[in-house]
Structure formats: C-alpha cells, structure tokens
C-alpha cells in the first residue's frame, strides 16, 4: 500500500514517514500544498494524509482541488482541533480527520480502516484458500502456524487480497507497492511472486499474461 502524507513540520513528516514503512507501507511525502496536490493527482496512493496548514496552498485548498476527481481517501492530520475545522474537513471531502498530538495506533488503524473501505472490504480477517491474512496484525498464517513473508511479500499479497477477483495490472502494483526514491528492477515483481508462491503454494497467484495478477 502506498500513502502520500503531506506535511510541511521536516521533523514530524521525516518521523511519520519512517514509521509508516516500518508498518509496511510506500510513503511519498510532500512539503507544501502545491507539491502535494501535483503528486496527488499524478500517482495512484491508497490514502493521503493531509496537513491543514501548509505553504503555497493550505490543506483546505487542497482538498477543494483533488474533490471530486480524486477519490483517494484523505485523512486529515491537523493542529485544528475546534469542531468547526473537523465539520469543514468531512463536508469538504476529507474521509476522517485526527487532530494533533496523535496516538500513534489510532493512526494507523484509521488509515488501515480507509483503505479497507475503499477496497470494499469491512473485515481485516480474510481467508484464501487454507490460508489466513490478518491486515490489522500484518500476519499470514495456515492451520494457526505463522508463514514469514518479507515487508514487500507481504504487501503485495495484501494489496492483492484486498482487490481479490479482479486483475492488478503490474502498473499498477508498481504504483501502490514502490515509494518515489525506491529503485526499481523491472522483474522486481516477478521475484516477489515467486517467492510468494514458493512459501504459500504455486496457485495462490493467478498470472494473467499480458494484464496482470490475481488472487480468485
């Protein structure tokens, strides 16, 4: 999964940033409102964390602009902290807002929560086959016994199960699995496949040649 937090505070998008990809997450980060409306627009993120008062543009700004053309869920995560502010963020389009400081758990499971919705999911237990996937718990496990995945083998069977029964383009695993400054191989993906298949069982990963990937 890929977020796009935007923040302009060095310290507190540098801090978050590090905490969301030890949570498994590609993050893109932006610095002011213009930067962060242009990555907005230009890439595929599965939810956006959005400042309220940011240089160039400010948060409300920004949401203005992605709404309703962008229909990637938005958290606001602001100082703003009157009812006011919070009733203008969900009537401009945000889907949730938490106000700062911030528990660092009820962060994440906010932002787990608005990418599961946005997938149609409302579980965080789902079940392939004789496998079990805990999104809240990032876990993998078969008969109760635990299945090491890397970060990335992980991610991609996440984001795969969430959108089960449709194909994912590579583009667009690519899109939602690689931050920004990550270098890419061009059979990253191929590998990661593979590997998955190796631990979890050849036909966990359906290859649809020339489209993509599936899990049925």
């Not at 998008?13 to 962060?36: C, F, I, P």
């Not at 270098?183 to 290859?207: A, E, P, Q």
């Amino acid at each position: 999964m890929k977020l796009l937090v935007i923040e302009d505070d060095p310290l507190l998008q540098r801090s978050l940033a590090a905490t969301l990809r030890e949570e498994n997450y590609a993050v893109d980060t932006a610095s002011d409102g213009q930067e962060g409306l242009d990555k907005a627009t230009d890439h595929q993120y599965d939810a956006i964390i959005l400042d309220v008062m940011l240089p160039r543009l400010d948060g409300w700004e920004v949401l203005a602009r992605l709404r309703p053309g962008i229909t990637t869920p938005v958290l606001m995560l602001t100082a703003r902290d009157a009812v006011p502010d919070r009733i203008k963020g969900l009537n401009q389009g945000a889907d949730d807002y938490l106000t700062k400081p911030f528990d660092l758990d009820e962060l994440l499971a906010r932002l787990r929560a608005l990418i599961r919705r946005a997938a149609g999911q409302t579980s965080t237990a789902h079940t392939v086959g004789n496998l079990q996937l805990d999104t809240a718990a990032k876990r993998v496990t078969r008969n109760s016994e635990e299945i090491p995945l890397t970060a990335r083998e992980y991610a991609l069977l996440e984001y795969l199960v969430l959108h089960r029964g449709k194909v994912v383009s590579r583009t667009s695993l690519y899109e939602h699995l690689f931050d920004e400054d990550e270098f890419t191989l061009s059979n990253l993906l191929d590998v990661h496949v593979s590997n998955l298949r190796k631990k979890l069982g050849n036909d966990i990963i359906t290859t649809r040649r020339g489209h993509g990937y599936s899990i049925e």
